[in-house]
């Protein structure tokens, strides 16, 4: 019985177990406000989700809470006295960065710490975003993208308004993020007859709460074999070259399902409350996907970085990013200076371990390898339709899964790791493989063009 015993001491002795509690917790609370709080006053509802976010928070960190509610008056207070301008919007965003390096700087260890700058750093996309949207709503309609049309505001919300965004209990611990937008609506009370008439929603909410415990099974018990001991250990270093990589990738994935549980778990406490309702598709469907925060099926099957594992892990992060940073970096003119701005602004928001910043570097010249190749692909046409061939086909699926799989370790190894002596080491055993492989492009990306030459274009 060993094997059942081994997990559960791992969970028992886990620093993450209160964390886990709290998001299971998410469940009845999401229920008593469906059932019992939702036909009620808004402030009641918002006061409904400060304090239990609020218990939440001092349940897991303390008083550490606190640097919370600290940031989102300064928020309040320059929306109050600046207003929806560029400037509030920079302004908020540097503060409230600056608020979590500050935080980083004080709390930060050599191990990924479970503090109150964890809570922090999704405060600090949910309280920026706000600015910009409200700065947004100040401007022309038809200067707005149409993403931005979608989460304006036309004014600013009011302290407790604000209070009970950033504290709403399913998801201000680990996310998912969502614009104030989405909130207002649903405490307003729109679409409420749908939500609370459905039975999809508690079926939806259950299935990512099944799903998000047995990622989180899968991750404990393959943490008794690979886990960061085993990665930096002799025994690892031992091992042959291709059962290093493989073995890496193992690991890699297997600490990348810790997120993915959390962020399951936390998103299906979220559809029990029904803030992630997403309309109708165009089977007659209800969607309630509009907090999801990893696609499941397109993670475990990605075949490339620059799509599949980009466009299905942290979702809602991603999706900030692109709006608020990448599309505010226009000015400078070059879409990769956008690209690099991006990444840098996601390392730092990570802290300052040098993990964050080499996993982000390798994410650029990966993705911008994988696009370079793509574009020789498509012009030739001939080798495109060969590919497309039954065998052929399962053939190219096949080897790309394996570079997908394989490719992905070296770039979580740092981001998990963090210290730079841990992923170094690490790097080192495998020698470098995935970021020689993709920094080295311009060398044999001529070799490529000539094996895979454009169709050439008959004339009439």
């Known amino acids: 019985m060993e094997w059942i015993y081994a997990p559960l001491r791992i969970i028992l002795n886990s620093s993450c177990l209160f964390l886990i509690l709290l998001f299971i917790l998410g469940y009845p609370v999401a229920l008593i406000h469906r059932y019992y709080v939702s036909s009620n006053d808004k402030k009641i509802q918002h006061l409904y989700f400060i304090i ?92 707005l993208s149409k993403d931005a049309k979608k989460v304006a505001l ?20 680990v996310g998912p993020q969502f614009p104030f937008r989405r909130y207002s609506d649903f405490v307003s009370g729109e679409n409420k007859d749908k939500i609370q008439n459905s039975s999809d929603c508690v079926i939806a909410a259950s299935k990512r709460a099944g799903l998000g415990v047995m990622y989180l099974l899968i991750f404990t018990v393959g943490s008794m074999y690979y886990n960061e001991s085993y990665i930096l250990g002799e025994e690892y270093s031992n091992l042959p070259f291709l059962r ?9 994935h297997i600490t990348l399902y810790k997120y993915v549980s959390c962020w399951l778990i936390c998103e299906g406490s979220c559809i029990m409350s029904g803030i992630t309702y997403n309309g109708i598709d165009e089977n007659d469907q209800t969607r309630w996907d509009g907090c999801a925060n990893i696609n499941v099926f397109l993670f475990e099957t ?13 979702i809602n992060t991603n999706n900030w990013m692109f709006q608020y940073v990448y599309k505010r970096l226009k000015f400078l003119g070059n879409k990769y200076l956008s690209q690099i701005g991006v990444l840098l602004f996601l390392a730092l928001w990570h802290g300052f371990h040098s993990g964050y910043y080499m996993s982000f570097f390798m994410e650029f010249v990966c993705v911008a390898m994988e696009k370079d190749f793509l574009s020789i692909l498509e012009r030739n046409k001939t080798f495109q339709e060969a590919l497309s061939k039954p065998g052929w086909s399962i053939l190219k699926k096949i080897v790309l899964k394996l570079y997908a799989f394989v490719f992905m370790a070296p770039c979580v190894a740092p981001l998990a790791l963090m210290s730079y002596s841990k992923w170094w080491q690490v790097e080192k055993s495998v020698y470098f493989y995935a970021i020689l492989f993709w920094l080295c492009w311009p060398i044999y990306r001529p070799l490529v063009s000539f094996l895979l030459p454009p169709n050439k274009v008959r004339k009439e």
């Open 52 to 143: 239990c976010g609020l218990l939440f928070g001092y349940y897991n960190f303390g008083f550490g809470i606190g640097h919370q509610f600290v940031n989102i008056l300064a928020i309040y207070l320059l929306l109050k006295l600046v207003g929806g301008t560029l400037y509030s919007a920079v302004i908020a965003l540097v503060f409230n960065m600056a608020y979590l390096l500050i935080g980083y700087y004080a709390t930060e260890t050599e191990e990924y710490d479970i503090v109150w700058t964890m809570p922090h750093c999704v405060l600090v996309l949910r309280l920026s975003g706000l600015v910009f949207d409200v700065y947004d709503g100040s401007k022309p309609e038809e200067s």
């Open 154 to 173: 036309k004014k600013a919300p009011t302290l407790l308004e604000t209070a009970a965004y950033c504290y709403f209990p399913t998801s201000f611990l």
């Open 244 to 252: 290093r990589c493989f073995s890496l990738a193992v690991w890699a």
């Open 302 to 314: 990605a075949l490339n970085f620059n799509k599949d594992y980009i466009n299905s892990f942290n």
